[in-house]
Each structure stands twice: as C-alpha cells, then as structure tokens.
C-alpha cells in the first residue's frame, strides 16, 4: 500500500478565490471519506463515497462545498468563493467497506 | 445521536509513568465500532485499534492497552511505562457500519523525558 496521497498539502488563497484538493486513496479501497479538522477539535465528518456515488454529505457540507468521485478512484473536493471560517485541516481517508480508515496527512487551507 | 466524550483536554506525564485515556461514547445503535487513533505532530492520523460493540475481550498489544466496558460505555486507553515518542493527540471514535467516524475532542499527551 502507498497510502493516502493528498494534494496539495497547504494551500493560501484570498477570500473568496475558488480552491480544489485532491485526495488519491489507497488502490481498491471502495471508500473515501473526506473530514475537516480545526486547531484543537477532532476531525469532523464531510461526506463519504462508496465507489462514485456519494452516499452521505454532512450539513456542515454548504452549497460551496462540493465532493466528486468520477470512476470510484480519486476524489476533489472544491470550495466556492472561499471564507475565513474555512480555514481548517482537510482529511481524507480511505478504507475497504467502511473498516479501518486509512488517513492522508490532509490539506492545510488558509483563507486570508 | 452518536456522541464521544474524551474528558481529559491535556495530559501530561514524566517518561516511564503509565497513563490512562478515557473516552465514553453515546449511541443507540447495538452494531457499532470503536477506534482509537493517534496524531503525531506531523499531523497525520495512525490507526491504533478498532474494536466492535460486541467484542469486549480486553486487548494488548505491546505497552497499549483497552478496556471496553459496554455497561458504562467506555473504552478506555492505557500506555504503559510511557515513552517520549508518545507524545502526541489521541482521539477516540465511534462508527456505524458506513466507516464514518464521529470523533471525540482529543487527548494532548505530553510525556516528558
């Protein structure tokens, strides 16, 4: 296993510049999972994928938020018109059926 | 709704001590699974345990320990004889089958030489 890959792995951006993150699981692991952590807190659930379909998105998920999956494979996340309160850690993690979750070293977003 | 607590913000203790990491967990569900995972100051999350909720065999593996008591809902985490290379933040977990994970707030463990 190569593990979980991320891209990039810090990322500054202005208010309101639209930003993309890449995530590459680790090979035939149906699911991917992505998470958000700020300073001090624990991960918090985003959405997952079960192959490309997008089975769950959390309401801490906003409309400028959006996930895709295309081929079951890798997987972006894009953040719309970016905001302060979006600065946080990025995670993504992997598993095989919703076992032991495999997790990146995430994307660090600074919204300035 | 699925909840864990873990009480204790910061620990800190002197090397070779043993420390003890709580975490308690709400949920209605009776299948469920419980991980425990460390984050060292690179920040990326290692997998530690997972164990389901029917399961409440004590493991050990090395100098780690888990208690898992289903009657007070917790499971608890013991390092033995701690190492500075211990230090980090330790979360604990709860999951339904989907994988997804509701984590507690996180223990900073500091162990000094």
């Known amino acids: 296993d190569t593990g979980v890959s991320q891209n990039p792995r810090h990322k500054i951006t202005k208010r309101g510049q639209n930003v993309t993150f890449r995530c590459d699981p680790i090979s035939e692991h149906n699911r991917l999972y992505w998470y958000r952590q700020t300073l001090g807190q624990g991960p918090e659930f985003l959405t997952y994928f079960q192959n490309e379909a997008q089975l769950e998105k959390s309401r801490l998920l906003s409309d400028r938020f959006s996930a895709e999956r295309p081929k079951g494979s890798f997987s972006t996340l894009e953040i719309q018109r970016t905001e302060q309160g979006d600065s946080a850690m990025y995670l993504c993690a992997s598993s095989k059926q919703g076992k032991k979750l495999f997790f990146g070293s995430g994307t660090q977003l600074s919204v300035l | 709704a699925q909840k864990v607590t873990q009480a204790q913000t910061e620990i800190s203790v002197v090397e070779k001590e043993d420390v003890t990491l709580d975490c308690v967990y709400e949920?209605?569900?009776?299948?469920?699974?419980l991980f425990w995972y460390k984050q060292p100051p690179s920040g990326e999350l290692v997998f530690l345990i997972r164990?389901?909720?029917?399961?409440?065999q004590n493991e050990i593996s090395g100098r780690y320990s888990w208690n898992f008591q289903k009657s007070t809902s917790s499971f608890n985490f013991t390092i033995t004889a701690s190492q500075v290379v211990d230090s980090a933040v330790y979360f604990c977990a709860l999951s339904e089958d989907t994988g997804k994970l509701i984590f507690g707030q996180g223990t900073t463990l500091q162990v000094k030489p």
């Open positions: 164990r389901n909720s029917f399961d409440e």
């Open positions: 949920t209605r569900d009776t299948t469920y699974y």
